[in-house]
Nanobody
Framework: QVQLVESGGGLVQAGGSLRLSCAAS????????MGWFRQAPGKEREFLGA????????YYADSVKGRFTISKDNAKNTVYLQMNSLKPEDTAVYYC????????????WGQGTQVTVSS
């Protein structure tokens, strides 16, 4: 049973930083892509970026490029989302998810963690 557990959300002032973690368990993830998404109230879920577990550079949506950074720790089976220069419009529930490298859709999802950015 694959489990993804996010942590690290909270309340931060505009301009601040947060680092989210996504701890993965239940299988080996070598052939998987780990992605980060967010969903704000009343809005559709938004893709933020992803990283291939077995290697390679992460890639990002234009909306967060330059402010958000995805990294991973293979030994801890954990993926991170470092968020800098946060804005009130970054307020959302943040999710990590995984899919096979050749799959179209993300199959496994975490429960989400709330990020609130105050102005």
């Amino acid at each position: 049973q694959v489990q993804l557990v996010e942590s690290g959300g909270g309340l931060v002032q505009a301009g601040g930083s947060l680092r989210l973690s996504c701890a993965a368990s239940g299988r080996t993830f070598g052939g998987y892509v780990m992605g980060w998404f967010r969903q704000a109230p009343g809005k559709e879920r938004e893709f933020l970026g992803a990283i291939v577990w077995s290697g390679g550079d992460p890639y990002y949506a234009d909306s967060v490029k330059g402010r958000f950074t995805i990294s991973k720790d293979n030994a801890k089976n954990t993926v991170y989302l470092q968020m800098n220069s946060l804005k009130p419009e970054d307020t959302a529930v943040y999710y990590c998810a995984s899919r096979g490298v050749f799959a179209k859709d993300y199959r496994y999802w975490g429960q989400g963690t709330q990020v609130t950015v105050s102005s």
